[in-house]
Antibody, heavy 120, light 109 residues
């Protein structure tokens, strides 16, 4: 059974940092592109980052570019999101999601999400 | 601003058919995928590649595409279909890789 389990969320002050993790199991992690998608309270879904299987292709949404860094460790079957210079508008539930079928906007499995709250 | 647009809300009577649409220039060139999200839950893929259903998704869900418009149709809507629905596609209008529509809240009456 495919499982994605996020962790690392919490309360952080503006300007602070957090590192999110996504533990993957039930599939060959190294053969799938992975993404982070977030959802601010009461708002819609926002794609924020993608990393290819070999980490050779990485993309970010403009809203996080230069502040967030996506990475992966296939030995640990884990996806990460390092978030720096956090702002109030980064408050959201952060989901990791697996690519499907080679279509970059197709995410066939999602984690349960981890809440990040940026507030003083 | 969203490059892929959806109606904010749609309602359907129990057992009737409802269509949720998504419009955007990127949809002329790239596949659309549809996600269902119920309150407090993670999104679930219900249609991929414009018109394909993942395993486990009821066959009352179907998808179609024409020009810059894609549609998600629920034939015989059930109470459990009440949810937010998002389309997603590759983004051709910016440096972003993926764009989501702003979502459609479906109410089953």
């Amino acid at each position: 059974e495919v499982q994605l389990v996020e962790s690392g969320g919490g309360l952080v002050q503006p300007g602070g940092s957090l590192r999110l993790s996504c533990a993957a199991s039930g599939f060959t992690f190294s053969t799938y592109g992975m993404n982070w998608v977030r959802q601010a309270p009461g708002k819609g879904l926002e794609w924020i980052s993608y990393i290819s299987t070999s980490s050779s292709s990485i993309y970010y949404a403009d809203s996080v570019k230069g502040r967030f860094t996506i990475s992966r460790d296939s030995a640990q079957n884990s996806l990460y999101l390092q978030m720096n210079s956090l702002r109030a508008e980064d408050t959201a539930v952060y989901y990791c999601a697996r690519d499907c079928n080679g279509d970059v906007s197709c995410f066939d499995y999602w984690g349960q999400g981890t809440l990040v709250t940026v507030s003083s | 601003s969203y490059e892929v647009t959806q109606d904010p809300a749609v309602s359907v009577a129990l057992g009737q058919t409802v269509r949720i649409t998504c419009q955007g220039d990127s949809l002329r060139s790239f596949y659309a995928n549809w996600y269902q999200q119920k309150p407090g839950q993670a999104p679930v893929l219900v249609i991929y590649g414009d018109n394909n259903r993942p395993s486990g998704i009821p066959d009352r869900f179907s998808g179609s595409s024409s020009g810059n418009t894609v549609s998600l149709t629920i034939t015989g809507a059930q109470a459990e279909d009440e949810a937010d629905y998002y389309c997603a596609s590759r983004d051709t209008s910016s440096n972003h890789l993926v764009v989501f529509g702003e979502g459609t809240k479906l109410t089953v009456l």
